[in-house]
C-alpha cells in the first residue's frame, strides 16, 4: 500500500507538470527546455515563502505567478528577439539558475520544522490510519483542478487560437492575430504548471534543491506521449485525462523498475530507456522540422 500511494503521489505531482509539457510539446510544437529550470523555480518560491511563515496555500498562487513570467521571458526572446525557439529556453533555463539561488537563498533549503498542505495542525488531527491518504486526495483535486481549467480554457477563443498556433499559424494569421502574442501566452500558461508542480512537490518532499529540476522536462515529455499515444485510442478520456493517467503509469513504470533490484543510481538510465521505448511503441517518431 505504500508503494501504490508512493506512486500515485508521485504520478499526481508530475500531471501537474506533464499538463504543461503538453501545452508546449503537444499544441505549440515549442522545445521548451526552460522547463528543467521552471519547476525548482517553483519550488524555490515556495521554500522562500514557507521559511518567511507564509500560509502554504499562498505559495500556490505565487508559483503560478513565478512561472508564468519566466514562460513569458521565454516568448518574449523567442518571438521579439528572434531567438530559435530551443535556444530561448536553454537561454531561460540557464538564467534561472541563478535566480533560483537568490530566490531561495542557498542551494539547499530543509522545510521540516514548517507547516505544508500536507503537513499542518489540520491533517495531525485526523486519525493517524487517514494521514496517509491526504497527499493522494489533495494531489488529485488539484491535477482535476488544473484539467479541469485547462479544459475550460482550451474551449475559449483564446484557447482555440492557441492550438491553431501550434497547427496551422496562417489560420492565425488570417484571422488578424498576432501568432507571436499568442505563443507567449501559451508558453506563460504551460510554465505557470510547471511552477505549480514544484511547488506542490517542494511541500511534499519538505525541502528545496537548485538542482531538483534536471530531467523533469524528459518525465513529461514521456507522460505526455503515454497519454497522448499509447492512451490515444481511449478517446472517452480526453487528452488532458489521458496525460494524468500517462504520468501515473510513467512513475508506476520506474517503480517496477527499481523494484527489480535495479540500484537507484540508475534512475536516470531508466527514465531514458523508458522515454525511448515509449517514443518507439507509441509511433513517436517523426521527421525533425526545422524550428523558427
Not at 542557498?106 to 498542505?117: G, R
Request: one cysteine or more; glycine letters at 10%.
Amino acid at each position: 500500500m505504500t508503494l501504490i500511494l508512493s506512486v500515485l503521489e508521485q504520478g499526481l505531482i508530475y500531471a501537474i507538470l506533464a499538463l504543461g509539457v503538453y501545452i508546449t510539446f503537444r499544441i505549440l510544437d515549442f522545445p521548451d527546455m526552460s522547463v528543467d529550470a521552471t519547476f525548482p523555480l517553483g519550488a524555490a518560491v515556495t521554500a522562500m515563502m514557507l521559511a518567511r511563515g507564509c500560509h502554504p496555500l499562498l505559495t500556490l498562487p505565487a508559483a503560478l505567478i513565478a512561472g508564468a513570467i519566466a514562460g513569458a521571458v521565454t516568448g518574449f526572446i523567442h518571438v521579439k528577439l528572434h531567438v530559435r525557439d530551443l535556444l530561448s529556453g536553454i537561454i531561460v533555463m540557464t538564467g534561472l539558475y541563478s535566480v533560483n539561488l537568490h530566490i531561495a537563498g542557498s542551494s539547499n533549503v530543509q522545510l521540516f520544522l514548517y507547516n505544508t498542505i500536507f503537513k499542518n495542525p489540520a491533517v495531525s488531527a485526523l486519525p493517524y490510519e487517514a494521514q496517509a491518504f491526504v497527499p493522494v486526495i489533495l494531489l488529485a483535486a488539484l491535477a482535476l483542478l488544473v484539467k479541469l481549467a485547462l479544459d475550460a480554457y482550451l474551449a475559449t477563443r483564446s484557447g482555440f487560437l492557441l492550438r491553431a498556433t501550434g497547427d496551422n499559424p496562417a489560420l492565425v494569421a488570417s484571422l488578424a492575430k498576432d501568432s507571436g502574442k499568442v505563443k507567449i501566452l501559451g508558453l506563460s500558461i504551460a510554465n505557470a504548471l510547471v511552477a505549480l508542480a514544484g511547488c506542490v512537490m517542494c511541500q511534499h518532499q519538505r525541502f528545496f534543491d537548485v538542482g531538483m529540476g534536471t530531467g523533469t522536462l524528459v518525465i513529461a515529455v514521456a507522460s505526455v506521449i503515454i497519454g497522448t499515444k499509447l492512451l490515444g485510442g481511449l478517446r472517452f478520456l480526453g487528452p488532458t485525462l489521458a496525460v494524468i493517467i500517462g504520468s501515473v503509469i510513467y512513475k508506476a513504470c520506474v517503480a517496477f523498475a527499481l523494484g527489480l533490484g535495479l540500484s537507484p543510481f540508475d534512475l536516470k538510465l531508466i527514465t531514458a530507456a523508458l522515454l525511448l521505448a515509449i517514443i518507439v511503441l507509441g509511433g513517436g517518431r517523426k521527421k525533425v522540422k526545422r524550428h523558427a
